[in-house]
């Protein structure tokens, strides 16, 4: 077909463009990653300007009216190519990104950008005075952004395009009902949970210091298989992971010398994010679809390796007579079951970021469904320290001692924005079990592997499956393509119950 | 004058654009130094591109038109201000920033960049197989692309526009006479000194452990005066020192355990580059003026703080005892005489970087005078090593082992270009020891200062008298400003005869 050989310059045309935007996107991460990690404190102003001009070149480069040229010029040759087809979906990936860039204007972001700031600022302050009334204006405000920021777009909810932005073709019409099924699934089972005899988990807050911490983190990461020839890890008060090529991907721990779990899990999370960047496929390399395609996939893989691998009893048979070796007095007395029992203490806590597998979504719920009512009109900014309390005591049988460590306790809503912000962390660990269930459906080897310290089967389905693809697929067709189903609570469920019926020594049949 | 508050806007316009430009410029930097301190090995590839793309971003937004008719409008407003005033310098020094980036066909600048690349492989190569001929088509044609270079300017000499990229206002004209009498002075000194009975330096090439080496460094900078608080220091192959902002300046440093001198004046001569960084007015931070002037004004810091301070007798009446505590079983049976000498020790070696401050300078004006013969097109490349081979026999008395330590020591003309790349080198020594020799005079505390270890006073007066000026003034201005004389070797001389006359025991009155 002529218009194709017609259209190959154009495509190569956009691709570059599209390159050298992520080469400034890139430029971003790394200012960003420096800054937590080494930059001295007298750099901040200086960083802080620098990221905004850079941000600013970037958003200018995209929303040319040459990118809007070239993506109507290759319809034809796009439709022309197989839909998952890389170069059909660089195109339609980036007509997303473009519509979403330009449907809102440059000054709102501008504004929204410098309230985000401020509003930040203000939660840090009204955080550590335990005073929500002095951030309570300034959320006020941020609602009104969010709403506004929304409305550029169509909509069946109000929050629809805020949940788009992060988990792209996910909508309260399908979150609603499917959170509405999980709380009343998972609420018996804590309930349940609650009244056993509780686990001794002490052994986890001995002292363990910090070097011999980082030494074996590493080891038990690399054994997972990140490549430290194209990665590193580093230290930070939050951890998280970067990527600044498919060649270049950064996670980042903090250690706690009395609490053990701290930096392994928050490694052993970091490296599912990581192994999710180191496993694009080349070819996709210094385009937008070299990255994870959403948050809630990404959240799936961090969690699918934190909790389902290693929380598991497999994992420490294993790894924990090496761990027992390393931290001979803090260890040598606790058996692997006592030690696989601790890691996995069920506790109804005020914080999410404390939360074990089995509360942690029903923290996730309450965040989501306060974010509707907010937007919707039904929950003032006023009234939401009352109903988040409420919530609590409803789901989790508790109220937290003050609003910092309530309503005030995750930064999100504060230095983000309302709407969008926490499905992710959900929907990351019912696609975890979901896809692990169907991978494990299709080589049952994968488990064996898990016990024996051997972790290639596991990362090469991974890879094959999701890893390469980066953006190619959205959540929903992912999950389709892997699992062979849409989403689905019942894997999460069965494996909660599978999980804790052991480790508890319960039956959970009997409410299910 | 209605013109001037007419003008003002525009000046807010052009400072505004030259700050958004060197935001991008400083992301480049950024992205360099974390390629040489932490970047893992596979992040090489794309981190290549993600430089050069931001590159061309920098060069297309300043040699934009509207960059151009700014300075045109601003041309009534510059003259109505003070010569030396921020704003007059900023569109000054812009001015000729902008004259100098256009003149030159951005082709051209790729082609040159690209063969840069090509050029510094096959040098790495040749080197390590001691092969000159292996990168001898390479620099031919690095010849040529100098001086093509050159050709988009107007000159005198050939070498001018290259000498003026780096060190502004510097001409053959003023360098080869100088030069010329700079190494008929320094031949017999160097030449006395070589028929002394030779000091003992051994002590020097011990065991000395990288940790205790690294800690006291550090302790020895910040004592000088680096603000940790607005910069850092890490290890890299090769030391440098970058800056990110008044308020981030990075500083690099390499450990041999076998030889005590490299990192510790490596690291003195780092802080020298660092704290002129850190003294640059607040006011400038932003804009292109915010850095050092040139690079012979650069050296001129980091070689007074290195050798005339940091391999002064006085500086060490202060550091020794802490040092040989440090290193007791090294250094208790060396006296601070033995110690001040072995730092001293002057030897005909076929490696500048190893060279002590006698020989150093006649190893650049060997540099600087084989530039001039090939770009003049007296010398060929072909029979580069025989000239220079040729010039150490005559100058230094020694003829290197192999091309490796010969004519391939150095990366500059390989990786960079023919002419303009080593006079900054000696001019910074001459620099050093004139601007030393006023601000002694102005004020004899000085000296008195560094024997206890208090730096302040020194440092103050270079603050301000040079430091704070970020690009104000041309080397050549602040010579005379500084100095109240034209720039002569007279002071250097002197210092060299002061100094060596001291450690060798010797009369140099008789030679000179």
């Known amino acids: 077909m002529s218009t194709i050989s017609l259209c190959e310059p154009k495509y190569l045309e956009l691709k570059n463009r599209l390159t050298q935007i992520q080469d400034l996107e890139v430029a971003i991460s790394v200012l960003n990653w420096d800054q937590t990690t080494y930059m001295p404190t007298g750099g901040t102003f200086a960083r802080g300007r620098q990221i905004a001009t850079l941000r600013k070149f970037a958003h200018e480069k995209f929303t040319d009216p040459n990118i809007y040229q070239l993506l109507e010029e290759l319809r034809a040759y796009e439709k022309s190519l197989p839909y998952y087809s890389t170069e059909a979906s660089l195109i339609r990936v980036t007509r997303r990104d473009y519509e979403r860039a330009v449907r809102v204007p440059s000054e709102f972001m501008a504004k929204l950008s410098q309230h985000q700031t401020v509003c930040y600022e203000a939660w840090v302050k009204a ?53 509405k099924e999980l709380r009343q699934k998972l609420l018996p089972i804590a309930e349940v949970i609650a009244s056993a005899p509780p686990i001794d988990d002490s052994c986890l807050y001995q002292h363990y210091p910090k070097e011999k911490q980082l030494k074996f983190g590493r080891s038990v990461i690399e054994r997972i298989g990140f490549d430290f020839q194209r990665g590193r890890q580093d230290e930070t008060p939050h951890p998280f992971t970067s990527s600044f090529s498919i060649g270049d991907v950064r996670m ?39 990255k994870g395609t959403c948050s809630s996939i990404h959240e799936s893989q961090s969690r699918l390796w934190e909790n389902i691998v290693g929380r598991s009893r497999g994992f420490w048979e294993y790894f924990y007579p090496q761990l027992q070796g390393i931290f001979l007095p803090q260890l040598s007395r606790v058996s692997i079951s006592e030690f696989h029992q601790a890691i996995n203490k069920v506790v109804k806590s005020p914080i999410r970021t404390d939360a074990d597998e089995v509360t942690y979504n029903l923290h996730v719920m309450i965040r989501f469904n306060l974010e509707l ?17 409420e919530s609590y005591k409803k789901d989790l049988g508790i109220v937290p001692a003050n609003d910092s460590e309530g309503v005030m306790q995750d930064v999100h809503w504060y230095g983000e924005m309302i709407g969008g912000m ?3 962390y959900a929907l990351g660990n019912l696609i975890a079990a979901q896809i692990y269930e169907a991978i494990v459906k299709f080589d049952p080897e994968v488990t064996f592997g898990i016990e024996r310290g051997n972790f290639t089967l596991l990362r090469q389905l991974l890879k094959q499956n999701i890893y390469q693809h980066g953006r190619k697929y959205t959540a929903n067709e992912l999950i389709n393509q892997v699992t062979g189903k849409s989403l689905s609570i019942e894997p999460f469920i069965s494996y909660i119950q599978d999980k804790y019926s052991n480790i508890y020594n319960l039956n959970f049949a009997i409410i299910a």
Chains 1, 2 share one sequence.
């Open 373 to 389: 009512a907010m937007l919707e009109g039904k929950l003032s900014v006023k009234d939401l320290p009352e109903a988040w309390n």
């Open 127 to 179: 955080k550590s005075l335990k005073n929500f009334s002095l951030v309570q204006p300034y959320l006020e405000k941020t609602l009104e952004l969010s709403q506004e920021l929304a409305s550029f777009f169509p909509y069946k909810h109000i929050a629809d395009p805020l949940i788009d932005f992060v988990d792209e073709g996910m909508t309260v019409s399908i979150l609603r009902p499917l959170f």
């Open 422 to 424: 926490f499905q992710g």
């Open 252 to 290: 980042t721990t903090r250690v706690y010398e009395n609490n053990f779990s701290e930096a392994l899990f928050s490694s052993i999370h970091e490296v599912g994010h990581a192994l999710y960047e180191q496993g694009i496929s080349p070819e996709l390399e210094g385009t937008p679809l070299a």
